[in-house]
């Protein structure tokens, strides 16, 4: 079992930076795939960026690529959203997933809000 805790939400001008972070429970984060999804009002939830067990790779939605950076600390537990370049567009619910078994995400955090004034 694994808990998310996401932090780092919050009202940003358009061309802003946030930097989201994500806290995991278990000692056994280090093997799980991670990700990034968001939700806009209205909307699906939308992939937004993964990161393999070891950080070696990355896959990022192409409305993102440029301007998020995901990245893993394993020693702590957590990954982490660079965010730059804001949009309005970029406004959603953004949640933090895992996958333990690099086929599906399993694990989801509660989500922050990001949003971005024009």
């Known amino acids: 079992q694994v808990q998310l805790v996401e932090s780092g939400g919050g009202l940003v001008q358009a061309g802003g930076s946030l930097r989201l972070s994500c806290a995991a429970s278990?000692?056994?984060?280090?093997?799980?795939?991670m990700g990034w999804f968001r939700q806009a009002p209205g909307k699906e939830r939308d992939f937004v960026v993964a990161?393999?067990?070891?950080?070696?790779?990355?896959t990022y939605a192409d409305s993102v690529k440029g301007r998020f950076t995901i990245s893993r600390d394993n020693a702590k537990n957590a990954v982490y959203l660079q965010m730059n370049s804001l949009k309005p567009e970029d406004t959603a619910v953004y949640y933090c997933?895992?996958?333990?078994?690099?086929?599906?995400?399993?694990?989801w955090g509660q989500g922050t809000q990001v949003t971005v004034s024009s």
């Open positions: 997933a895992a996958d333990p078994n690099n086929s599906r995400w399993v694990y």
């Open positions: 278990g000692r056994t984060f280090s093997i799980y795939r």
């Open positions: 990161i393999t067990r070891s950080g070696g790779s990355t």
